[in-house]
């Protein structure tokens, strides 16, 4: 069987979780997670994804990342037992790949269980089963809604069920703190998040 590696193209549409990817006028319908969509370009622009082909009995999906340290992360996951696709996308959607590597080798399964689907149990098996094999270089610290303490409009966001990944990419995109009122950050934010969807 043929599995695709890469797509190059356009992008043709996005959604809260997927995006649909012209290559010479063939649209692939590729699965994201939140930390890719935040960075792709508008409908229209090109576009270059690494990819990951999904296949059961019933079943063809593609999932796509910008990087390959996405990519591995995301194969390292779905090794894990409970943890499928999906439960990788929320994963690399609340994470970078450098933070959850920083998160499991701390074994902290307060943070890997608030990713959502996620429970106590299915964190702890993650953590020892990842411990010291994820590729990517551990971060100082991570990204999670606690690292927004103080910042009222990140805050707001994070009561709107918005990820954290999203929410560090969407306040990278506005005044920070202090150098706007917190309601023309958040407007602003709003827009950058809805651009994403």
Do not use: C, H
Not at 110 to 118: E, H, P, Q, T, Y
Not at 145 to 167: K, N, T
């Amino acid at each position: 069987m043929t599995f695709i590696a890469r797509l190059r193209g356009t992008i043709e549409e996005k959604g809260r979780d997927r995006v649909i990817v012209d290559v010479q006028g063939v649209g692939y319908e590729v699965s994201v997670p939140g930390s890719t969509l935040a960075r792709l370009g508008a409908n229209g622009e090109p576009v270059a994804l690494r990819t990951y082909t999904y296949v059961r009995e019933d079943t063809i999906q593609l999932f796509g990342f910008l990087t390959q340290e996405e990519l591995e992360t995301f194969e390292r996951l779905i090794g894990v037992s409970g943890i499928g696709p999906r439960g990788a996308l929320a994963f690399l959607t609340e994470f970078s790949p450098g933070e959850l590597a920083a998160a499991v080798e701390k074994q902290d399964t307060a943070a890997l269980a608030r990713v959502k689907g996620i429970g106590k149990r299915t964190a702890e098996r993650l953590a020892l089963d990842l411990k010291g094999k994820l590729t990517a270089t551990p971060a100082d610290g991570y990204v999670s809604s606690a690292a927004f303490a103080g910042d009222e409009a990140a805050e707001f966001l994070a009561s709107l069920s918005w990820s954290s990944a999203e929410i560090a990419a969407a306040l990278a995109r506005v005044p920070g703190p202090g150098q706007a009122p917190t309601e023309e950050r958040v407007k602003l934010a709003i827009r950058a998040l809805d651009r994403f969807a």
